[in-house]
């Protein structure tokens, strides 16, 4: 880093100070509305993993405690329409921090994912301004930084609410802020990166699903524009890098859930969220006439952009 980002950087832990001042009464609360049920969900998936022991549920996601009426872990519900990748780390903060409240280790997870969001969005157009406007790349970025601590979503989805939706956003940006690293380094870090890719590839699919179509996308680009001599063997190397974390990925979960039995509520559950268990929703013309045609003029706006 260049010596003149350590004064933007600064304003920037001071603004996100403030933004946690201004979130602190409400942190140790959980509202009955306003989407916090997420969070409840988090804070019972980590709490039925912390009573149960972890490897004895096999990381599966349970809705119900054990109890005297839900015995077996087939009457305690599964819940399989996402990975357990966001309970993981909250449930690892939780044994390292036993005597502290679930919900309260939640919040923090939540609020420290946002801190990383800030800092890594600093950090990557910090980067992307440094060589055409030096003088300005602090600043610039500390803009960026300041407008992701204080708009209202991030500042309040961040803080109080977490779950799938929520925790894909830090590996999704992270991945995104790789590749253009991948892309501009020119020396022996690129393999570096790379790995590191793999490896956040692979717990972003076992966090949320948007891993998969952002895989997707990332590997279209290196097609489109190749980050080296394009070769059949180069497209394939990259191919099995950015492809090779979310199958193993899917493949552990498909293996998880085909061992209590419960691939067929698996696909009905993707069935019913994709819409297509419904002949008469005409989900995919729907779909590609709300995001495509209907707004036709900013799909071609972003194109040329």
Excluded at 43 to 63: C, I, R, S, T, Y
Excluded at 97 to 122: D, G, K, Q, Y
Excluded at 201 to 213: E, G, K, Q, S, V
Excluded at 281 to 290: L, M, N, R, S, Y
Aim: charge should be neutral; avoid cysteine.
């Amino acid at each position: 880093m260049q010596k003149s980002i350590w004064p933007a950087l600064a304003v920037v832990l001071v603004l996100f100070a403030i933004s946690v001042a201004m979130r602190w009464d409400h942190l140790p609360v959980l509202s009955d509305g306003h989407h916090q049920w997420l969070t409840a969900a988090t804070v019972k998936f980590v709490d039925n993993w912390l009573e149960d022991g972890v490897w004895a549920v096999q990381f599966h996601m349970l809705e119900r405690p054990a109890s005297i009426e839900f015995r077996s872990l087939i009457d305690r519900y599964y819940y399989v329409s996402y990975p357990p990748g966001t309970i993981l780390p909250v449930y690892l903060l939780k044994l390292a921090l036993p005597h502290v409240e679930t919900l309260t280790v939640v919040r923090a997870w939540s609020v420290a994912n946002h801190l990383a969001m800030v800092l890594t969005l600093f950090i990557l157009i910090h980067a992307a301004f440094r060589q055409q406007a030096p003088r300005l790349a602090g600043l610039i970025a500390a803009i960026t930084a300041a407008f992701y601590i204080f708009h209202a979503a991030p500042m309040y989805w961040h803080a109080m609410v977490f779950f799938t939706d929520q925790a894909i956003i830090l590996p999704f940006t992270i991945l995104l802020a790789l590749e253009y690293f991948i892309r501009v380094d020119n020396g022996n870090r690129r393999g570096l990166l790379e790995g590191l890719q793999i490896l956040l590839l692979f717990f972003a699919t076992l966090t949320d699903w948007l891993a998969i179509p952002l895989a997707m996308a990332l590997l279209l680009g290196r097609l489109m524009a190749p980050i080296r001599t394009w070769s059949f063997r180069s497209a394939t190397r990259d191919g099995i890098q950015i492809g090779s974390g979310p199958f193993v990925a899917v493949a552990i979960f498909l293996v998880n859930v085909v061992s209590v039995g419960l691939l067929d509520s698996l696909k009905r559950r993707f069935f019913f969220r994709t819409g297509l268990d419904n002949p008469d929703a005409q989900f995919t013309p729907d779909f590609w006439k709300i995001t495509l045609w209907d707004r036709l003029d900013e799909v071609t706006l972003l194109i040329v952009a």
